[in-house]
């Protein structure tokens, strides 16, 4: 079982940063693909980004493409979103998930085994 704890949302003027974490229970996070969903009232979840397991190899929705980073560092068993220029529709719930396959790049939320609680990112106009 692996436990995912996501961190670093909080309030912040478009245009702003902020970076989240993910930090993860279990060794085996570091073989495992990681991504980054959200969800804002009313909507589906959404993909945001995914990274394999060494870091590699990641994938961005074209939404955030040039804005959003997605990284990781095994050693700390935790995988960052780096979030540049950020708009008021980037408001939502940010949730981080992983996958024991660790050399795909998935963007449906139903590849994905394990979910954090998530993190709330609001971005004022």
């Known amino acids: 079982q692996v436990q995912l704890v996501e961190s670093g949302g909080g309030l912040v003027q478009a245009g702003g940063s902020l970076r989240l974490s993910c930090a993860a229970s279990?060794?085996?996070?570091?073989?495992?693909?990681v991504a980054w969903f959200r969800q804002s009232p009313g909507k589906e979840r959404e993909f945001v980004a995914a990274?394999?397991?060494?870091?590699?190899?990641?994938s961005h929705a074209d939404s955030v493409k040039g804005r959003f980073t997605i990284a990781r560092d095994n050693a700390k068993n935790t995988v960052y979103l780096q979030m540049n220029s950020l708009k008021p529709e980037d408001t939502a719930v940010y949730y981080c998930?992983?996958?024991?396959?660790?050399?795909?790049?998935?963007?449906?939320?139903?590849?994905?085994?394990?979910w954090g609680q998530g993190t709330q990112v609001t971005v004022s106009s």
């Open positions: 990274i394999n397991w060494s870091g590699g190899r990641t």
């Open positions: 998930a992983s996958t024991p396959r660790g050399g795909v790049l998935m963007r449906a939320p139903g590849s994905y085994d394990y």
């Open positions: 279990a060794r085996t996070f570091s073989s495992s693909t």
